[in-house]
């Protein structure tokens, strides 16, 4: 029998993101830099030209390093509860089912799931990412099947 | 439970890409013609950065507000930069880009874009339910991205906001920044008074 998957990249819109990014400011930024001849118009266009691919190649560096949690953090899910991790050692964080107050949908650009310690009515989208006591889940099928399956508590359209 | 039964929900972000980019590519037409310039290259560099910004600030607003205003910005950079480098290589050869226009033209493309996400956000946080139907999950990822390519509401609406109104104006910061070429070959004469 086929063993069913329990753990999930937590966030798949901020894979995308910082995928995206590098995979249009580092090419882009090689391509200025190595590929694209030198100016004919005067010397001060060649500083320009790196400081074009500068920009690209060093803001989407940083954007990525300071991404890697929101990115690459995985979900565990098990009859104990959820537990969200970078590389299984950084940023721990864990709901147990005993503890969980609410599960909700909600919509913002994709579908979350987002299961917390405390009641959401009234907390904005950004409130909910930045509160401790609440994690966010694309909302895929596999997670919310194993939501059911181990959670007593239904998940509502947050409003 | 209220679920966006076709699954277009998952953002209509493909949708909206498309549609990004056709109209950036519109926008970059009439700014070609208006500035006299090809219109290949006009419709080219508009569609490469309406597609850009779309997908920046679509993402964005998924991102915590950090992270959404360096995507947003970034790509409003990339996108109206990298738009403008396109059109002056097809029109003037590599080695006649104006690599200052390009810097200027990003920076305010950046700044807009900025601009746009912070308005879309407040739009998100004040009338949520206009993007409120949730995604129904259970259908295949290849039938939600075939779905999202289709002209719903919502990705018209998606659109018109990443897409359009960055792109034209990403446009007409192309025709209102000053062009070093301009200069470039004409001799400059200075006459000297020697007293």
């Not at chain 1, 560096?61 to 509860?81: C, M, P, Q, R």
């Not at chain 2, 480098?85 to 690599?99: C, H, I, P, S, T």
């Not at chain 2, 879309?120 to 991205?145: A, C, K, V």
């Not at chain 2, 075939?146 to 990705?155: A, D």
Request: aromatic share 12%; hydrophobic share 45%; net charge neutral.
């Amino acid at each position: 029998m086929k063993k069913q998957k329990t753990t999930f990249y937590a966030n798949h819109i901020a894979i995308f993101a910082t995928i995206f990014l590098l995979v249009i400011s580092y090419p882009l930024s090689f391509f200025i830099v190595f590929i694209v001849p030198k100016s004919a118009i005067d010397e001060s266009q060649d500083f320009a030209r790196y400081l074009f691919a500068s920009i690209c190649f060093s803001v989407s560096t940083l954007y990525a390093i300071f991404s890697v949690n929101l990115a690459f953090s995985k979900v565990t899910i098990d009859e104990k509860g959820i537990h969200k991790s970078l590389f299984k050692k950084y940023f721990k964080k864990t709901i147990l089912w005993t503890e969980a107050k609410e599960i909700k949908l909600y919509n913002r650009v994709d579908t979350w799931i987002f299961i917390s310690k405390v009641p959401m009515e009234g907390m904005t989208y950004q409130q909910l990412l930045k509160h401790k006591g609440i994690i966010q889940v694309t909302a895929v099928k596999e997670i919310k099947d194993l939501i059911i399956k181990y959670s007593s508590i239904d998940i509502e359209k947050k409003d | 439970m209220y679920l966006d039964s076709s699954g277009e929900s998952f953002i209509a972000i493909l949708g909206t890409i498309a549609l990004g980019a056709v109209i950036g590519g519109v926008s970059g037409l009439i700014a070609a013609a208006i500035n006299g310039e090809d219109l290949g290259a006009g419709f080219l560099s508009g569609a490469v950065s309406g597609a850009i910004i779309a997908t920046g600030l679509a993402i964005s607003l998924a991102l915590p507000t950090v992270g959404g205003v360096i995507a947003s910005s970034l790509s409003g950079f990339i996108g109206g930069g990298f738009g403008d480098v396109l059109n002056q290589a097809w029109n003037y050869g590599w080695e006649k880009v104006d690599w200052w226009h390009s810097v200027g033209v990003g920076g305010l493309s950046a700044v807009f874009t900025l601009g746009i996400f912070g308005c879309l956000s407040n739009i998100y946080r004040s009338t949520p339910s206009i993007f409120g139907s949730i995604t129904d999950t259970s259908i295949s990822l290849i039938s939600r991205i075939g779905n999202s390519l289709s002209i719903s509401s919502t990705t018209f609406y998606l659109g018109l906001n990443y897409g359009a109104i960055s792109t034209f104006m990403n446009s007409m910061f192309n025709l209102t920044i000053q062009d070093s070429r301009s200069n470039f070959g004409e001799e400059i004469v200075i006459d000297a008074i020697l007293i």
